[in-house]
């Protein structure tokens, strides 16, 4: 029998930037969306339903720019049992059933150390362990650089062309669901300078010409203009940071034109300038104050050109994702459009535009009930009591409602193996060459 569920009185955002539909029925088949009817239509007598009550229905976020692995291990204090090494993958999978349960559904891990995120990614497939859908860039492509010793196990160095295409090609034998370059330093390592490009011109074509011709996407870390404007002028698919880009107005015209995306990571340099509990050294602060400033600006900047912007948290802890949205609302986007960058704009990221992102007939069944209005206060989506429902593939998996067993949710079934209707395999491309 086919898996039906009609969700009925729902005030529906669809993340494509529309206006909410009031007393709207979702129908949910499949693990797809087979229908959207905004009139509340009748709803066969017989079939599953479930009654919202007015609460808001949208999809489930999307993180297009995440480090799922990159936390701080509790540490034993003396005279405690030493944690384990091993211990590190229980604590990944918990930061992963977080994120589900705060209705992130969709996440792009840009790089980790080792191998611990491929695991993961592959339990999550199997379902051993609940979490978002992981798409992973297997080990970061760099130049030969200072941050390749800071971020040792992260990167995968290479110089020239040609080394640069055989680092790619290894990414893929990895596993990898897209390819990420540095085009700069990166600001967290003391020992770079992110302001001038550390690749070539030549080293960034020859990754995008492999990428793009299997079928892979490029995001590029792109701190400073010189490296930024390497990227997009060589294709590269998303501008991750790319906080200088409002002194460039003709890339981010370039950006526009070309419909590709901009991820502002606004959270992480807000996080490095804020120095909590003195993590950081004082010449990274007063960085991360200024590129702070720059990508403010940018992102306004950014807005006024019509570059599709997306949600990308770069931080932790795992599941505060919507954090980046009520920041880049407070950067100068209005909440309709935060929520588009943290559904359909990372969906576009992520290149799963045509899976996720939106509710939409078609579109894989991964929503989120919010008990409250994100429009009013986007600050909703980070309150874990006013996550009341989160569907995954139209299976309801985490949420308020579940934990309080509340009649009328359809049953699970835990023995049911799991099915992602998206055909984002490891090692198979998730959309065409550009």
């Known amino acids: 029998m086919a898996r039906l569920l009609y969700l009925t009185s729902a005030r529906l955002i669809d993340g494509g930037g529309g206006p909410p539909q009031e007393g709207a029925t979702v129908v949910v088949e499949e693990g797809r969306i087979a229908g959207v009817d905004a009139d509340g239509g009748v709803v066969p007598a017989e079939a599953p339903r479930l009654d919202l009550g007015g609460r808001t229905l949208m999809p489930g976020l999307v993180d297009a720019h995440v480090h799922v692995t990159n936390f701080d291990m509790p540490r034993a204090m003396k005279g405690q049992e030493p944690i384990a090494p091993e211990v590190k993958h229980h604590v990944i999978a918990s930061g992963l059933r977080r994120m589900l349960r705060m209705g992130i559904t969709t996440v792009r891990d840009v790089g980790a150390f080792g191998d611990d995120l491929l695991h993961a990614r592959r339990a999550v497939r199997l379902g051993a362990i609940p979490g978002p859908r992981l798409l992973s860039c297997g080990r970061i492509v760099s130049a030969t650089s200072p941050g390749g010793r800071h971020f040792d196990g992260m990167y995968r160095e290479a110089d020239g062309p040609e080394e640069m295409r055989k680092a790619t090609r290894e990414q893929f034998r990895r596993g990898a ?192 009930v919010v008990d409250g209005d994100p429009l009013a206060a986007p600050e909703r989506l980070l309150e874990a009591d006013r996550i009341w429902l989160v569907l995954q593939a139209g299976r309801p998996v985490a949420g308020a409602a579940l934990e309080a067993k509340l009649p009328g949710l359809p049953p699970r079934d835990p023995s049911e193996p799991p099915s992602d209707p998206v055909p984002a395999l490891a090692g198979r491309p998730l959309s065409p060459p550009r």
């Open 177 to 368: 669901d897209f390819i990420k370059i540095m085009t700069t330093g990166a600001r967290t390592c003391e020992l770079e300078n992110s302001s001038p490009a550390q690749i070539t011109r030549a080293e960034i074509a020859a990754v995008v010409d492999e990428a793009h011709r299997m079928g892979y996407r490029v995001a590029a870390h792109c701190e400073g203009l010189d490296g930024t404007r390497l990227a997009i002028e060589e294709g590269v698919d998303t501008i991750e940071h790319g906080l200088e880009l409002h002194r460039a107005p003709e890339l981010l015209d370039e950006l526009a034109r070309s419909d590709r995306v901009l991820v502002p990571t606004l959270s992480c340099f807000f996080d490095v300038s804020e120095n909590r509990d003195a993590h950081w050294p004082p010449a990274l602060v007063e960085l991360a104050k200024r590129q702070y400033e720059e990508a403010h600006r940018t992102v306004a900047a950014a807005r006024a050109a019509g570059v599709r912007l997306a949600m990308g948290f770069d931080s932790q802890p795992n599941g505060m994702s919507a954090l980046e949205l009520v920041r880049l609302c407070r950067a100068g986007l209005t909440p309709m459009e935060g929520i588009v960058a943290g559904t359909a704009g990372a969906a576009a990221a992520c290149g799963l535009a045509a899976h996720v992102g939106c509710a939409r007939p078609g579109m894989v069944a991964d929503l989120l």
